[in-house]
Protein backbone atom coordinates (compact mmCIF):
# COMPACT_ATOMS: atom_id res chain seq x y z
CA UNK A 1 0.00 0.00 0.00
CA UNK A 2 1.63 3.55 -0.85
CA UNK A 3 2.50 5.41 1.91
CA UNK A 4 0.56 9.08 2.30
CA UNK A 5 1.20 11.76 0.33
CA UNK A 6 4.86 13.86 1.25
CA UNK A 7 6.31 10.54 3.44
CA UNK A 8 8.35 7.75 2.69
CA UNK A 9 9.87 4.96 4.14
CA UNK A 10 13.62 5.11 4.22
CA UNK A 11 16.02 2.01 5.21
CA UNK A 12 18.72 3.13 7.78
CA UNK A 13 20.95 0.30 6.76
CA UNK A 14 21.14 0.92 2.91
CA UNK A 15 19.62 3.98 2.59
CA UNK A 16 16.47 2.80 0.10
CA UNK A 17 13.76 4.77 -0.01
CA UNK A 18 10.08 3.43 -0.49
CA UNK A 19 6.57 4.89 -1.52
CA UNK A 20 4.78 1.43 -0.49
CA UNK A 21 5.52 -0.95 2.82
CA UNK A 22 7.52 -3.63 1.75
CA UNK A 23 6.35 -6.78 3.30
CA UNK A 24 6.68 -7.44 7.28
CA UNK A 25 7.76 -3.56 7.17
CA UNK A 26 11.37 -4.44 6.86
CA UNK A 27 13.67 -3.35 4.04
CA UNK A 28 12.79 -5.96 0.63
CA UNK A 29 16.70 -5.43 -0.49
CA UNK A 30 18.51 -5.73 2.89
CA UNK A 31 16.14 -6.58 5.44
CA UNK A 32 17.19 -3.28 7.33
CA UNK A 33 15.00 -1.20 9.57
CA UNK A 34 12.58 1.48 8.04
CA UNK A 35 12.35 5.22 9.44
CA UNK A 36 9.31 6.96 8.15
CA UNK A 37 10.49 10.52 6.38
CA UNK A 38 8.28 13.56 5.98
CA UNK A 39 9.78 15.57 3.36
CA UNK A 40 10.81 18.81 3.97
CA UNK A 41 8.96 22.26 5.06
CA UNK A 42 8.39 23.56 8.53
CA UNK A 43 5.67 23.78 10.63
CA UNK A 44 4.82 26.51 13.06
CA UNK A 45 4.02 25.99 16.67
CA UNK A 46 0.34 26.29 15.90
CA UNK A 47 0.22 23.94 13.38
CA UNK A 48 1.49 21.11 15.28
CA UNK A 49 -0.30 22.07 18.40
CA UNK A 50 -3.30 23.73 17.40
CA UNK A 51 -5.91 21.10 16.50
CA UNK A 52 -8.97 20.26 18.53
CA UNK A 53 -8.23 16.40 18.53
CA UNK A 54 -7.17 14.43 22.03
CA UNK A 55 -4.05 12.66 22.34
CA UNK A 56 -1.58 11.43 19.48
CA UNK A 57 -4.48 12.45 16.59
CA UNK A 58 -3.54 16.18 17.55
CA UNK A 59 -0.94 15.89 15.97
CA UNK A 60 -1.61 14.76 12.52
CA UNK A 61 0.86 17.68 11.20
CA UNK A 62 3.67 15.09 11.72
CA UNK A 63 1.85 11.64 11.30
CA UNK A 64 1.94 9.52 8.39
CA UNK A 65 -1.48 9.56 7.26
CA UNK A 66 -4.26 11.47 4.87
CA UNK A 67 -6.56 13.79 5.61
CA UNK A 68 -9.15 11.21 5.50
CA UNK A 69 -7.67 8.24 7.36
CA UNK A 70 -10.33 7.48 10.58
CA UNK A 71 -7.86 6.84 13.13
CA UNK A 72 -8.38 3.54 15.38
CA UNK A 73 -8.01 5.02 18.93
CA UNK A 74 -8.98 4.90 22.60
CA UNK A 75 -7.51 8.55 23.33
CA UNK A 76 -4.08 7.07 23.49
CA UNK A 77 -1.16 9.52 25.41
CA UNK A 78 -2.04 12.97 27.22
CA UNK A 79 -0.46 11.26 29.86
CA UNK A 80 0.34 13.76 32.44
CA UNK A 81 3.95 15.25 33.07
CA UNK A 82 4.11 15.32 37.15
CA UNK A 83 7.18 17.06 39.28
CA UNK A 84 8.29 14.96 41.36
CA UNK A 85 9.15 17.15 44.10
CA UNK A 86 9.28 14.43 47.04
CA UNK A 87 12.54 12.40 45.91
CA UNK A 88 14.05 15.43 44.01
CA UNK A 89 16.14 16.36 47.34
CA UNK A 90 17.13 12.38 47.82
CA UNK A 91 17.98 11.99 43.79
CA UNK A 92 19.66 15.08 44.05
CA UNK A 93 18.02 16.19 41.04
CA UNK A 94 16.28 19.79 41.17
CA UNK A 95 14.01 19.94 38.18
CA UNK A 96 12.99 16.36 37.94
CA UNK A 97 10.12 15.13 36.03
CA UNK A 98 7.97 11.71 35.55
CA UNK A 99 6.04 11.64 32.12
CA UNK A 100 3.86 8.90 33.74
CA UNK A 101 2.85 6.67 30.48
CA UNK A 102 0.93 4.21 32.55
CA UNK A 103 -1.52 6.18 32.29
CA UNK A 104 -2.59 5.10 28.64
CA UNK A 105 -5.66 2.76 27.81
CA UNK A 106 -3.82 -0.25 28.53
CA UNK A 107 -1.30 0.53 30.92
CA UNK A 108 2.05 1.23 28.85
CA UNK A 109 3.20 3.81 26.48
CA UNK A 110 2.61 1.09 23.59
CA UNK A 111 -1.01 2.34 22.78
CA UNK A 112 0.58 5.40 21.48
CA UNK A 113 2.42 3.40 18.62
CA UNK A 114 -0.35 0.85 18.54
CA UNK A 115 -2.94 3.13 17.62
CA UNK A 116 -0.78 4.02 14.47
CA UNK A 117 0.05 0.93 13.82
CA UNK A 118 -2.90 -0.81 13.97
CA UNK A 119 -5.02 2.45 12.02
CA UNK A 120 -2.32 1.80 9.15
CA UNK A 121 -2.43 -2.06 8.89
CA UNK A 122 -6.84 -1.50 8.70
CA UNK A 123 -6.51 1.18 6.54
CA UNK A 124 -4.04 -1.69 4.08
CA UNK A 125 -6.85 -4.01 4.25
CA UNK A 126 -5.09 -6.20 7.50
CA UNK A 127 -7.34 -9.20 8.69
CA UNK A 128 -5.01 -10.52 11.75
CA UNK A 129 -2.83 -8.47 13.29
CA UNK A 130 0.50 -10.65 14.59
CA UNK A 131 2.82 -9.76 17.46
CA UNK A 132 5.45 -11.58 19.89
CA UNK A 133 5.16 -10.65 23.16
CA UNK A 134 5.15 -11.46 26.18
CA UNK A 135 3.22 -8.32 28.26
CA UNK A 136 2.86 -4.49 27.32
CA UNK A 137 3.03 -5.52 23.29
CA UNK A 138 0.15 -7.88 23.55
CA UNK A 139 -1.97 -6.54 25.60
CA UNK A 140 -2.11 -2.72 23.68
CA UNK A 141 -2.45 -5.02 20.14
CA UNK A 142 -5.12 -6.69 21.58
CA UNK A 143 -6.99 -3.94 23.18
CA UNK A 144 -6.48 -2.11 19.47
CA UNK A 145 -7.72 -5.12 17.67
CA UNK A 146 -10.86 -5.82 19.34
CA UNK A 147 -11.90 -2.02 18.94
CA UNK A 148 -10.95 -2.55 15.26
CA UNK A 149 -12.83 -5.64 14.62
CA UNK A 150 -9.72 -7.66 13.26
CA UNK A 151 -7.99 -10.45 15.03
CA UNK A 152 -5.06 -10.41 16.98
CA UNK A 153 -2.48 -13.17 17.35
CA UNK A 154 0.20 -13.60 19.98
CA UNK A 155 3.58 -15.61 19.86
CA UNK A 156 5.12 -16.82 23.30
CA UNK A 157 7.76 -18.25 24.11
CA UNK A 158 6.91 -21.69 25.28
CA UNK A 159 7.39 -22.34 29.33
CA UNK A 160 8.46 -18.37 30.35
CA UNK A 161 5.27 -16.70 30.69
CA UNK A 162 3.88 -16.55 33.43
CA UNK A 163 -0.13 -16.90 33.18
CA UNK A 164 -0.90 -13.29 34.61
CA UNK A 165 1.28 -11.36 32.30
CA UNK A 166 -1.14 -12.69 29.49
CA UNK A 167 -4.56 -11.49 31.49
CA UNK A 168 -5.31 -8.33 29.34
CA UNK A 169 -4.83 -9.84 26.16
CA UNK A 170 -6.92 -12.51 26.64
CA UNK A 171 -9.49 -10.26 28.01
CA UNK A 172 -9.35 -8.78 24.82
CA UNK A 173 -9.79 -12.32 22.97
CA UNK A 174 -6.50 -12.63 21.76
CA UNK A 175 -5.27 -15.54 20.23
CA UNK A 176 -2.05 -17.04 21.67
CA UNK A 177 0.36 -19.34 19.87
CA UNK A 178 3.35 -20.44 21.98
CA UNK A 179 6.70 -21.52 20.16
CA UNK A 180 9.77 -23.65 21.05
CA UNK A 181 12.55 -20.79 22.39
CA UNK A 182 13.41 -17.90 24.09
CA UNK A 183 11.02 -14.11 23.45
CA UNK A 184 14.33 -13.68 20.55
CA UNK A 185 13.64 -16.75 18.79
CA UNK A 186 9.96 -16.18 19.00
CA UNK A 187 10.19 -12.67 16.85
CA UNK A 188 13.07 -13.87 14.70
CA UNK A 189 10.21 -17.00 13.92
CA UNK A 190 7.60 -14.40 13.12
CA UNK A 191 9.27 -11.90 11.51
CA UNK A 192 10.69 -14.66 8.58
CA UNK A 193 7.32 -15.81 8.22
CA UNK A 194 5.16 -13.03 8.18
CA UNK A 195 6.88 -11.05 5.99
CA UNK A 196 5.45 -13.62 2.88
CA UNK A 197 2.01 -13.89 4.55
CA UNK A 198 -0.64 -11.31 2.76
CA UNK A 199 -3.47 -10.49 5.23
CA UNK A 200 -1.63 -10.70 8.29
CA UNK A 201 0.46 -7.40 9.46
CA UNK A 202 3.71 -7.79 11.92
CA UNK A 203 3.06 -4.86 15.38
CA UNK A 204 6.51 -5.39 17.00
CA UNK A 205 8.14 -2.40 17.35
CA UNK A 206 10.28 -3.19 13.72
CA UNK A 207 7.02 -1.34 12.62
CA UNK A 208 7.84 1.80 11.50
CA UNK A 209 4.43 3.32 12.20
CA UNK A 210 4.56 1.93 15.70
CA UNK A 211 7.51 4.72 16.36
CA UNK A 212 5.34 7.44 14.66
CA UNK A 213 2.74 7.27 17.05
CA UNK A 214 5.70 6.96 19.82
CA UNK A 215 7.48 10.15 18.88
CA UNK A 216 4.56 12.15 20.39
CA UNK A 217 5.47 11.84 24.36
CA UNK A 218 8.49 14.43 22.60
CA UNK A 219 6.31 16.69 21.63
CA UNK A 220 4.07 16.54 24.66
CA UNK A 221 6.77 17.03 27.12
CA UNK A 222 7.72 20.04 25.43
CA UNK A 223 4.30 21.13 25.40
CA UNK A 224 3.94 20.46 29.77
CA UNK A 225 7.34 22.13 30.26
CA UNK A 226 5.71 25.27 28.79
CA UNK A 227 7.47 24.96 25.73
CA UNK A 228 10.40 24.63 26.45
CA UNK A 229 13.01 21.05 25.80
CA UNK A 230 14.33 19.48 28.92
CA UNK A 231 18.21 19.12 29.46
CA UNK A 232 18.02 15.35 30.01
CA UNK A 233 14.99 12.30 28.85
CA UNK A 234 16.04 9.17 31.07
CA UNK A 235 13.90 5.57 29.96
CA UNK A 236 14.26 2.38 30.13
CA UNK A 237 15.66 0.40 27.10
CA UNK A 238 14.26 -2.96 25.90
CA UNK A 239 13.33 -3.38 22.61
CA UNK A 240 14.79 0.16 22.16
CA UNK A 241 11.98 1.51 19.84
CA UNK A 242 10.89 3.88 22.62
CA UNK A 243 14.01 5.45 22.82
CA UNK A 244 14.53 5.72 18.74
CA UNK A 245 11.37 7.41 18.89
CA UNK A 246 11.12 10.13 21.41
CA UNK A 247 14.30 10.91 19.92
CA UNK A 248 12.94 11.15 16.56
CA UNK A 249 10.48 13.30 17.88
CA UNK A 250 12.50 15.59 19.72
CA UNK A 251 14.58 15.77 16.28
CA UNK A 252 11.40 16.61 13.83
CA UNK A 253 10.71 19.40 16.28
CA UNK A 254 14.09 21.01 15.71
CA UNK A 255 13.99 20.16 11.82
CA UNK A 256 10.70 21.63 11.48
CA UNK A 257 11.79 25.03 12.90
CA UNK A 258 9.84 24.79 16.13
CA UNK A 259 12.43 24.33 18.02
CA UNK A 260 16.32 25.10 18.28
CA UNK A 261 17.71 23.03 20.96
CA UNK A 262 17.12 18.63 21.29
CA UNK A 263 17.71 16.91 24.54
CA UNK A 264 20.59 14.65 25.72
CA UNK A 265 18.71 10.90 25.58
CA UNK A 266 19.98 8.84 28.62
CA UNK A 267 19.15 5.15 28.24
CA UNK A 268 19.42 2.46 30.72
CA UNK A 269 19.29 -0.67 30.75
CA UNK A 270 19.37 -3.72 33.68
CA UNK A 271 22.66 -5.34 34.06
CA UNK A 272 21.06 -8.68 33.29
CA UNK A 273 19.97 -7.82 29.75
CA UNK A 274 22.69 -4.56 28.73
CA UNK A 275 23.20 -5.43 25.07
CA UNK A 276 22.77 -1.53 24.27
CA UNK A 277 24.75 -0.17 27.00
CA UNK A 278 27.33 -2.41 26.49
CA UNK A 279 27.62 -1.49 23.10
CA UNK A 280 27.52 1.85 23.26
CA UNK A 281 30.54 1.84 25.62
CA UNK A 282 32.36 0.41 23.22
CA UNK A 283 31.35 2.56 21.14
CA UNK A 284 30.32 0.03 18.34
CA UNK A 285 27.31 0.68 16.41
CA UNK A 286 26.21 -2.81 16.45
CA UNK A 287 25.08 -5.33 19.41
CA UNK A 288 26.47 -8.50 20.69
CA UNK A 289 22.71 -10.28 21.95
CA UNK A 290 22.92 -11.48 25.34
CA UNK A 291 22.21 -15.43 24.76
CA UNK A 292 19.70 -16.00 28.24
CA UNK A 293 18.89 -12.15 29.58
CA UNK A 294 18.06 -11.44 33.00
CA UNK A 295 16.14 -9.05 35.15
CA UNK A 296 13.40 -8.62 37.48
CA UNK A 297 12.53 -6.18 35.00
CA UNK A 298 10.35 -8.32 32.53
CA UNK A 299 9.50 -5.02 30.20
CA UNK A 300 13.21 -4.84 29.22
CA UNK A 301 14.40 -8.52 29.29
CA UNK A 302 14.98 -8.59 25.97
CA UNK A 303 18.56 -10.14 24.97
CA UNK A 304 18.64 -8.89 21.22
CA UNK A 305 16.61 -5.68 20.62
CA UNK A 306 15.37 -5.26 17.68
CA UNK A 307 15.72 -1.65 17.46
CA UNK A 308 19.51 -1.55 18.67
CA UNK A 309 20.45 0.19 15.90
CA UNK A 310 18.29 3.16 15.78
CA UNK A 311 18.83 3.23 19.86
CA UNK A 312 22.76 3.41 19.28
CA UNK A 313 22.28 5.64 16.67
CA UNK A 314 20.03 8.43 19.24
CA UNK A 315 22.37 7.50 22.05
CA UNK A 316 25.14 8.77 19.86
CA UNK A 317 23.44 11.68 17.79
CA UNK A 318 22.38 13.15 21.26
CA UNK A 319 26.18 13.25 23.20
CA UNK A 320 23.28 11.22 25.49
CA UNK A 321 24.27 8.07 28.21
CA UNK A 322 23.75 4.46 28.27
CA UNK A 323 23.60 3.05 32.18
CA UNK A 324 22.93 -0.14 33.96
CA UNK A 325 21.16 -0.38 37.50
CA UNK A 326 20.96 -3.92 39.10
CA UNK A 327 17.30 -5.41 40.15
CA UNK A 328 18.15 -4.57 43.85
CA UNK A 329 18.39 -0.72 42.73
CA UNK A 330 15.30 -1.16 40.37
CA UNK A 331 13.03 -2.33 43.27
CA UNK A 332 14.40 0.31 45.19
CA UNK A 333 13.41 3.00 43.18
CA UNK A 334 9.60 1.59 42.58
CA UNK A 335 9.45 1.47 45.80
CA UNK A 336 10.61 5.08 46.42
CA UNK A 337 8.85 6.15 43.53
CA UNK A 338 5.48 5.14 44.99
CA UNK A 339 5.65 5.31 48.51
CA UNK A 340 6.81 9.16 47.83
CA UNK A 341 5.70 10.79 45.08
CA UNK A 342 2.06 8.29 44.94
CA UNK A 343 3.24 7.13 41.03
CA UNK A 344 3.13 3.41 41.09
CA UNK A 345 5.20 2.33 37.97
CA UNK A 346 6.03 -1.38 36.31
CA UNK A 347 9.56 -2.75 37.64
CA UNK A 348 11.64 -1.40 34.31
CA UNK A 349 9.79 2.30 34.59
CA UNK A 350 11.77 2.34 37.57
CA UNK A 351 15.12 2.01 35.90
CA UNK A 352 15.35 5.54 35.49
CA UNK A 353 14.96 6.70 38.61
CA UNK A 354 17.29 4.11 39.91
CA UNK A 355 19.74 5.49 37.05
CA UNK A 356 19.72 9.08 38.38
CA UNK A 357 21.73 8.04 41.78
CA UNK A 358 24.74 7.22 39.69
CA UNK A 359 24.29 10.06 37.25
CA UNK A 360 23.15 13.16 39.36
CA UNK A 361 26.45 14.43 40.05
CA UNK A 362 27.25 14.78 36.58
CA UNK A 363 24.45 17.09 35.76
CA UNK A 364 24.34 20.64 35.60
CA UNK A 365 22.92 21.89 38.85
CA UNK A 366 19.31 23.34 37.08
CA UNK A 367 19.17 20.61 34.67
CA UNK A 368 15.73 19.86 33.54
CA UNK A 369 15.28 15.77 33.78
CA UNK A 370 12.88 14.35 32.18
CA UNK A 371 12.00 10.56 33.39
CA UNK A 372 10.01 8.36 30.90
CA UNK A 373 7.87 5.53 33.64
CA UNK A 374 6.40 3.36 30.77
CA UNK A 375 4.22 1.05 32.29
CA UNK A 376 1.74 0.96 35.35
CA UNK A 377 2.31 -0.94 38.51
CA UNK A 378 -0.73 -3.08 38.49
CA UNK A 379 0.55 -4.38 35.38
CA UNK A 380 3.10 -6.18 37.91
CA UNK A 381 2.21 -7.06 40.74
CA UNK A 382 3.59 -10.42 41.81
CA UNK A 383 6.76 -8.79 42.87
CA UNK A 384 4.83 -6.35 45.90
CA UNK A 385 5.29 -8.67 49.28
CA UNK A 386 1.87 -8.32 51.22
CA UNK A 387 2.03 -9.60 54.48
CA UNK A 388 -1.63 -8.95 55.38
CA UNK A 389 -1.25 -11.25 58.53
CA UNK A 390 1.19 -8.45 59.95
CA UNK A 391 -1.12 -5.67 60.19
CA UNK A 392 -1.93 -5.07 63.78
CA UNK A 393 -5.65 -6.63 64.58
CA UNK A 394 -8.21 -4.22 66.66
CA UNK A 395 -11.40 -6.39 68.47
CA UNK A 396 -12.97 -3.35 69.86
CA UNK A 397 -13.22 0.83 69.65
CA UNK A 398 -11.24 1.61 72.45
CA UNK A 399 -8.27 -0.32 70.37
CA UNK A 400 -8.92 1.62 67.47
CA UNK A 401 -8.58 4.96 68.85
CA UNK A 402 -5.44 3.98 70.42
CA UNK A 403 -3.83 2.68 67.09
CA UNK A 404 -4.93 6.07 65.23
CA UNK A 405 -3.95 8.30 68.01
CA UNK A 406 -0.36 6.88 67.92
CA UNK A 407 -0.89 7.09 63.92
CA UNK A 408 -1.60 10.76 64.32
CA UNK A 409 1.44 11.31 66.26
CA UNK A 410 3.15 10.79 63.44
CA UNK A 411 4.89 14.02 62.18
CA UNK A 412 2.34 15.14 59.21
CA UNK A 413 5.01 15.92 57.31
CA UNK A 414 7.61 12.73 56.49
CA UNK A 415 11.23 14.10 56.63
ZN1 LIG B 1 18.10 -1.66 3.16
Not at 16 to 43: Q, W
Not at 64 to 76: A, I, K, T, Y
Not at 285 to 306: C, F, L, M, Q, Y
Not at 343 to 354: K, M, Q, T, W, Y
Request: proline fraction near 5%.
Amino acid sequence: MKVAAGWLLRCIDCGSMFDSDPAGYTCSRCNGLLEALKEGGSLTRGELYGRPAKGIWRFRALLPFGPDVRPVSLDEGGTPLIKAVNISRELRVRNLHVKNEGQNPTGSFKDRGMTVSVTRAVESGVRVLICASTGNTSASMSAYAARAGVTAAIIVPAGKVAAGKMVQATAFGAKIIRVDGNFDDALSMLLQTISGLPGFAGMNSVNPYRLEGQKSTAFEIYEQLGFSVPDYVVLPVGNAGNISAIWKGFKELRDFGITEKVPRMVGVQAVGASPIARAFWKGSETITPVDDPNTVASAIRIGKPASAKKALAALRESEGMALTVTDEEITAARSLLSSKEGIFVEPASAAPIAALREISGKLEKDAVVVCVCTGNGLKDQESIRIDIEDAPLVSDRSGLTDLLERLASRPLVPA
